[in-house]
T-cell receptor, first 114, second 115 residues
């Protein structure tokens, strides 16, 4: 499968714990995006990278959230001190960037904070 | 700030009928407008998109129209089939420097095609 992949697919954690998600973009896609989707809503933009540079962060992204893309390939999204309001589907997407507008999504990581 | 409104929130049609979903956007810098289909428990799938230098684009049973002056765009599905049943999201992207940035999504339309 050469599409965007995410790991894990599901994560259940207790309030206050830290969690980390991984996204592997489509090979050679230099732009990588993180979105959050809650039930009945469209995805909300969190942050994006061009290669290893983080170019924009949403105001939704509190300082408990941090994202990295150290070598310009896979990315990680970490949430520290999780809260029940963090429960959502975390989606990753990738695009070719300057040569293509299309963003392709991964299957998502469903986070449940108990 | 950027905002995308989408209507209707639910749409039920008979198999073979047409379905139309409408979106409006607020940021006049937006110049890329994709549509995604999301089945229950699955990832959003890009089904069609349009750029602001084009007024209409068609791909088999699916078409998208864009009115930049009015800041609205629409998805048209003809000859609907039960497998078209899903949630459809529109999105708009302010596009600086020739490469898409973030997508601002609408709230989705649940389309149900009755056999």
């Amino acid at each position: 499968d050469t599409g965007v992949s995410q790991d894990p697919r599901h994560k259940i954690t207790k309030r206050g714990q830290n969690v980390t998600f991984r996204c592997d973009p489509i090979s050679e896609h230099n732009r990588l995006y993180w979105y959050r989707q809650t039930l009945g809503q469209g995805p909300e933009f969190l942050t994006y990278f061009q290669n290893e540079a983080q170019l924009e962060k949403s105001r939704l992204l509190s300082d408990r959230f941090s994202a990295e893309r150290p070598k310009g390939s896979f990315s990680t999204l970490e949430i520290q001190r999780t809260e029940q309001g963090d429960s959502a589907m975390y989606l990753c997407a990738s695009s070719l960037g300057s040569v293509s507008y299309e963003q392709y999504f991964g299957p998502g990581t469903r986070l449940t904070v108990t | 700030g950027e905002n995308v409104e989408q209507h209707p929130s639910t749409l039920s049609v008979q198999e073979g009928d047409s379905a139309v979903i409408k979106c409006t956007y607020s940021d006049s810098a937006s110049n890329y407008f994709p549509w995604y289909k999301q089945e229950l428990g699955k990832r959003p799938q890009l089904i069609i998109d349009i750029r602001s230098n084009v007024g209409e684009k068609k791909d088999q049973r699916i078409a998208v129209t864009l009115n930049k002056t009015a800041k609205h765009f629409s998805l048209h599905i003809t000859e609907t089939q039960p497998e078209d049943s899903a949630v459809y999201f529109c999105a708009a992207s302010p596009n600086y420097g020739g490469a898409t940035n973030k997508l601002i999504f609408g709230t989705g339309t649940l389309l149900a095609v009755q056999p």
